[in-house]
């Protein structure tokens, strides 16, 4: 991981004319040691590297970082902090999940859908707290039902995101969720 942030970098500047903002991803089970950005010397070193050219251009865009959901909850205060440091637009929490439980099978990489949701909506209500008042939330992890949808909303989320329930409940899922045809 030590080349990180020049990798990220590299991915910026290649796509930062054709994006209204980006996610900084460190927390994909699917791709070894990247969870070790989340490590506060790591993380602070990538993001100093990616805001120093963002500033550096004509149009800055807002910088948001996704979370792990298997991050301990000791840890949240310390990566928020540091978002807010490098003055990240928000966060969004979170991506797919390592765990598994004794009935799942044998698998690697993250998982989705129906058994991140109570996880996801424990780390929204965990970091809402910690955000500056200008950052956003982004929560994201198994919202299949409008149910899930009003307690993203109510635990402090400004935006949700969908992908698990768009391929379980199909195209007009976002609608179907708010109540509208």
Sequence with gaps: MAD???DYLGSLKLLHALGD??????SS?????????????DLRRL?????????STPDPKPLLLKISPDTEDRYFPDIVSITREFNLAGIVATN???QRSPE????????????????????TR???PLLAKDQILISVGGVMNPGHYQA???TGADLIQMYTGLVYLGPTAAWDILGRS
Aim: hydrophobic share 35%.
């Design 126 to 128: 965990l970091i809402r």
């Design 152 to 154: 993203r909303r109510q």
């Design 29 to 41: 089970p699917n791709t070894p040691g990247l969870r070790e950005l989340a490590q506060p010397d």
């Design 4 to 6: 990180a942030p020049s």
């Design 21 to 26: 903002f980006f996610v900084i991803n460190i």
């Design 47 to 55: 993001l100093s590297a990616l805001q120093e050219f963002n500033r």
């Design 104 to 123: 799942d099978p044998r698998e690697n990489g993250g998982l989705s859908g129906r058994p991140l949701t109570q996880r996801a909506l424990a780390v």
């Design 96 to 98: 797919t999940t390592s």
